[in-house]
Structure formats: structure tokens, C-alpha cells
């Protein structure tokens, strides 16, 4: 099982601690973290962070994670793929995924309708692109050349590059099919390892329809990682999923809140939501139930951390993300190397076949 770590996201920028996050990707890269995953919420964009990292680290691949086709021409989206390809030394991944109404419609000011569908064509220009083709694209959202117009289909002056991995996040049952067609990899949130099939089994059947193996697509997902005692950990993060349950997207279309409700959480969901749109926030994240916080992240000692991490590795999850805990760096990066520690002995006993699995 390889390890990703990330960086950034809705919290990003409000304070200077920049130094401190590229010190941490530096040590984690020593420490032997595979990925880095710089997300874009309304924070820090996914692209600068990368272009600075892939100048202070030699082996750690850098993800966009993710970038929102919403905010970027498909386009801008494939010169930006294939300039931090090359100034990275082809460590780059591009991740990309829609977001949801909140920020498409409230941030960008741009239509969220067929997310789907735009996912679909933006992907489909930045493909020709990286095959070094001309961008011609007729479209329902994306028309290359513009119609009636002045200009001609172009193609990029950067050299393509077929080989730059692509990875989706997505969790609604068509995205998810649509991973499994076309991604290398899934960039998955909400899941629940015991309830695995209700996100995974989408993926597989757009790898199967595509003809491809499950085998194909890299499957990543993970949480929060804390060491202690689990009851007096609980506690602290169930603000962590009363938030995108009850306030991410809008009351009619939330990609997080459906997921859970699909992994069983349905009544939770319902009520979370309610009281957090209703103004009651403290209400909602009271409501969140302890088995999803601990379904959902690696918290406990370790023999509780070895079990998560079994628990990710048995529901198909081929990286596993962790967001390491702690008050400051040192301690974040403590927490990382025994989460990595676990990790290791976890496959080491799997590889021997022995009940340390």
C-alpha cells in the first residue's frame, strides 16, 4: 500500500505558514510518502504550491488535488498539466474533479447544471492536448474553435505528453462509472471501508465496460491520523464531517452528504444537514455518530490505527491518504513516521502470510 499526504484547502492562506508546509512535504518525501496532493477549494489554488515543491523535492509525485474544471478552460488546464510536467521531471498528476454548486456557482460564477458532462469534454480537450493534436472540440459546454469567431483550431507549442497520469475525484454513481472508464486513478472522499462497494463498485463497473482490470485505476482514500485514546479523540472531528455533510454544495445537491447517506448514514445525513443550513452548527456536529468518525479516519492506539489501516487496505484502497495530526510540525511529522511505521508492518505481515495482518 503506498502513503500520500496533502496540502492546502478551504483554510489555506488565512495564515503564513507557507515555509511550513513545504518543510513538511520535504520531510515526508525522506520519510517516504509517495504522493502530494495540493488541493483548491477557496483557499491557495492547486497549481502554485507544485511549481514551488517541484523545485525542493527530487521523487514525491505532486498532484493537483484537485483542480476545478470550473475554474479553468480545458485548455489552460492542459498548458498548465504539461508546464508542471516538465519543470517537475514528468512528477506531476493531474487531478481534476467539478466541486459543487456552492463554489462553481458562488466563487467561479459559473453554471453547475451537467457536471458530468463538463467533466466529460474538459477532459476530453486536455487529452488531445496531451496527444500533441490540434484542440478541436464540438460540444455541448466546450466548442474549440469558438463558432462564428475569428480564431483557428491551435495546437499547443509544448511538446505532448501522453504520459502524465490523470485522476478523478468524484462520488456520484455516473462519475464514478466515468473513473473507471477513463482515470488512472480516483481521488476518494467520504468513504467508509465497511461500506466500500457503495463508491467502488461504480469504478469497477466503468473499468469493466471499458474493458480495462479494477487493477487499472488507483484507488485513494484515507483520513485523519491521531494517536491516544479513542474516546477523548472522537470528539475533535466531528467537526471535520458535520461540515461538508451539512455545508458543502447546497440543500438540493451535496456529493458528500449523498455518498454517506449511501454507506447507511441516511438519517444522520439528513438531520446534520438540517441543523447546519438552519443556522445550528453545534447542534449538527453533535449529531455526527461516533462510528462515522471512526470509520473514517485512523485514530486510537496503535493496534486500533493497524486495524484502520487493514480495514483501507481489505475495502481495495491501493494508497492511502493520511492527514497527520498534531500542534506543530514536529509533531505532525512524529505522527506521520509511526502512521508510515504501521503501515509497513501492516504489508510486511500480509507479504508473510502471517496473523500480523
Not at 452528504?257 to 438540517?274: K, L, V
Request: charged letters at 25%; hydrophobic letters at 40%.
Amino acid at each position: 500500500m503506498r502513503v500520500a499526504i496533502a496540502i492546502g484547502g478551504a483554510n489555506s492562506g488565512k495564515r503564513d505558514d507557507w515555509q511550513e508546509q513545504v518543510d513538511y512535504v520535504v520531510e515526508a518525501e525522506r520519510l517516504g510518502v509517495e504522493d502530494v496532493w495540493s488541493a483548491e477549494a477557496w483557499g491557495q489554488d492547486a497549481v502554485v504550491p507544485l511549481a514551488y515543491l517541484a523545485a525542493v523535492t527530487d521523487r514525491i509525485r505532486l498532484g493537483s488535488g484537485i483542480m476545478q474544471v470550473s475554474a479553468r478552460t480545458p485548455s489552460m488546464t492542459a498548458m498548465t498539466a504539461l508546464t508542471l510536467a516538465t519543470v517537475s521531471g514528468n512528477r506531476y498528476v493531474l487531478g481534476l474533479g467539478v466541486s459543487g454548486p456552492q463554489v462553481v456557482e458562488g466563487l467561479q460564477g459559473q453554471p453547475f447544471a451537467d457536471p458530468i458532462g463538463r467533466l466529460r469534454e474538459h477532459v476530453d480537450v486536455v487529452r488531445l492536448a496531451f496527444a500533441g493534436e490540434k484542440l478541436v472540440h464540438e460540444g455541448r459546454h466546450h466548442q474549440l474553435p469558438r463558432p462564428g469567431g475569428q480564431g483557428k483550431a491551435l495546437r499547443l507549442a509544448q511538446p505532448g505528453n501522453a504520459d502524465i497520469p490523470l485522476y478523478l475525484a468524484t462520488l456520484s454513481p455516473r462519475s464514478l462509472r466515468y473513473t473507471g472508464e477513463v482515470a488512472d486513478g480516483w481521488v476518494g472522499t467520504s468513504f467508509v471501508p465497511e461500506a466500500a462497494d457503495v463508491l467502488l463498485e461504480a469504478i469497477r463497473a466503468g473499468a469493466e465496460a471499458a474493458g480495462r482490470a479494477m487493477g487499472e485505476v488507483d484507488l485513494q482514500a484515507g483520513g485523519s491520523l491521531a494517536f491516544g485514546e479513542l474516546d477523548a479523540l472522537v470528539p475533535r472531528y466531528r467537526p471535520g464531517l458535520a461540515f461538508p455533510i451539512g455545508a458543502m454544495g447546497s440543500r438540493q445537491q451535496n456529493f458528500y452528504n449523498a455518498a454517506f447517506r449511501r454507506a447507511g448514514y441516511e438519517d444522520a445525513c439528513e438531520e446534520i444537514q438540517r441543523l447546519w443550513l438552519d443556522g445550528k452548527r453545534d447542534e449538527a456536529i453533535a449529531r455526527v455518530p461516533d462510528a462515522l468518525v471512526t470509520t473514517t479516519t485512523l485514530l486510537g492506539d496503535d493496534d486500533q490505527v493497524r486495524a484502520r489501516i487493514r480495514a483501507y487496505r481489505d475495502a481495495g484502497i491501493t494508497t492511502l491518504r493520511l492527514q497527520p495530526e498534531g500542534r506543530s510540525l514536529d509533531e505532525r511529522l512524529a505522527t506521520l513516521a509511526h502512521g508510515l511505521e504501521l503501515v509497513r508492518e501492516v504489508e510486511a505481515g500480509q507479504r508473510a502470510g502471517t496473523g500480523a495482518t
